[in-house]
């Protein structure tokens, strides 16, 4: 038996910005992916979720965060509590049954069963890489610079610093920005994600919103993705993604707006 699967990300609705009809308009699908960047703020990308949820109460979605979603503007979503106020949302009888959202904290995946009666389990992670090495100073870098220092107000003055070290204060946390951080994130994403593709029962979909090939983000530094294998299973991402298999998986992307993105469709036999 397949089903069918609708990826949406990267539509950046303004806050005060109402929806274009053509993108509440989907194809015929059992699964819709949003993985990211749907609006402006965590709030618009939120509201155009639950516009589909409404109008299409027998399709399931999965939602995963973009760096829009999960790290632009207060610093306190770098803390526990913007999962804690999406996991308390999650509890109210106004959000939708058909609306998926994977806690980051948890090791479960999203076991989703769809109307065709398949089951499937779909893990939605940021996708930090392991940076092995990188060109220039890691502040010059496209990720810092766009999604690390754009991001949060940088302070260098002397109490500023970390005493003992030479490691910069950003906001109320002091690590977010750095390299190490990141790849302390890379290494709890790859376990929890390893453990998961081998105590899968269903069939498997990875959802990470940095693409793990050749993502224009990381530009001018050297790294790698998880080290799994997917073999015939689906990799979402964003960015571009056509005909590219990753450690064995599909990826699959459909960034932007409009009625030609809104139709593109992938059945899953």
Request: with cysteine; net charge negative.
């Amino acid at each position: 038996m397949s089903f069918k699967v609708h990826v949406i990300h990267d539509l950046n609705y303004g806050f005060n910005e109402p929806t274009d009809p053509t993108d509440l308009e989907l194809p015929d699908v059992d699964l819709v992916i949003l993985n990211g960047n749907l609006g402006e703020s965590g709030k618009r990308s939120m509201y155009y979720a639950h516009e589909l949820c409404a109008k299409y109460p027998n399709i399931q979605f999965a939602y995963n965060d973009g760096y829009i979603e999960r790290y632009r503007g207060h610093v306190d979503k770098v803390k526990n509590d913007y999962d804690n106020n999406i996991l308390a949302r999650t509890t109210q009888e106004d959000w939708p049954k058909n609306l998926h959202w994977k806690d980051p904290r948890s090791k479960d995946g999203l076991e989703i069963v769809l109307q065709t009666g398949q089951t499937v389990s779909v893990w939605c992670a940021f996708g930090f890489p392991n940076v092995i090495d990188f060109e220039g100073d890691w502040e010059d870098t496209w990720f810092y610079c766009n999604i690390c220092e754009g991001q949060f107000p940088v302070h260098t003055l002397e109490s500023d610093i970390l005493p003992g070290t030479d490691i910069k204060i950003y906001g109320d946390i002091d690590t977010w920005a750095t390299r190490e951080y990141i790849q302390q994130k890379f290494i709890e994403q790859e376990d929890m994600i390893r453990n998961w593709e081998v105590a899968g029962k269903h069939y498997n979909i990875l959802v990470t919103h940095l693409n793990p090939y050749k993502d224009p983000r990381l530009e001018g530094i050297s790294y790698r993705s998880y080290n799994i294998h997917l073999y015939d299973r689906l990799w979402a991402t964003t960015q571009l993604a056509k005909d590219v298999y990753y450690v064995g998986a599909k990826l699959i992307s459909n960034p932007g707006r409009g009625s030609i993105a809104r139709g593109k469709v992938l059945e899953v036999d």
